[in-house]
């Protein structure tokens, strides 16, 4: 059974980049992030956020929306996803994703909703919801024993 969800307040970047951090710090070396929220709601800046925690220049990370994986080098490998644009299932599988999910990198995945079914069963997914100009509310969820040990110290951090 999964360990009750996080909720994080962030009402202002730079509480987005304290998320960002943290996520950074404790994720393990592989990992897959679900990212999910409407157009605007901020998945793209809080993958900006953990990119540059992760010694990744935070201006090359973009919204692959258009080229749907953008991979990036720090003292981690990124690999940035974008799902808005797949048509089904299919189509987000011959990207070639679920090779990543075997790398030791971080997999982050904007739009996960729309191919839930694709992602691996052991993932933290992160819905963002707009409830301000500025402030967002994000909810972590933990699937997996590795994951779940992962979300309390990512609340600790916090």
């Given amino acids: 059974m999964p360990s009750a969800p996080l909720i994080f307040i962030s009402h202002s970047e730079a509480d987005t980049q304290r998320l960002g951090q943290a996520l950074a710090a404790e994720l393990p070396l592989r990992a897959t992030v679900a990212l999910n929220g409407t157009l605007g709601a901020g998945k793209t800046r809080l993958v900006q956020a953990l990119a ?19 991979e990036y080098h720090g003292v981690r490998t ?22 990543y999910f075997y790398e030791d990198a971080l997999v982050l995945i904007e739009w996960a909703e729309r191919v ?6 052991e993932r933290l ?4 919801e707009v409830t301000g100009l500025n402030e967002r509310t994000c909810t972590l969820s933990a699937i997996g024993s590795e994951l779940e040990a992962t979300l309390a110290d990512i609340a600790l951090r916090l």
């Fill in 78 to 99: 990124i690999y940035h996803v974008d799902a808005y644009r797949v048509r089904d299932d299919d189509e987000f599988m011959t990207l070639g994703v679920d090779e």
């Fill in 52 to 70: 540059a925690a992760s010694g990744i220049d935070r201006q090359t990370v973009v919204s692959p929306t258009f080229v749907l994986v953008q």
């Fill in 125 to 128: 997914t992160i819905d963002i």
């Fill in 116 to 121: 839930e079914s694709c992602l691996p069963t």
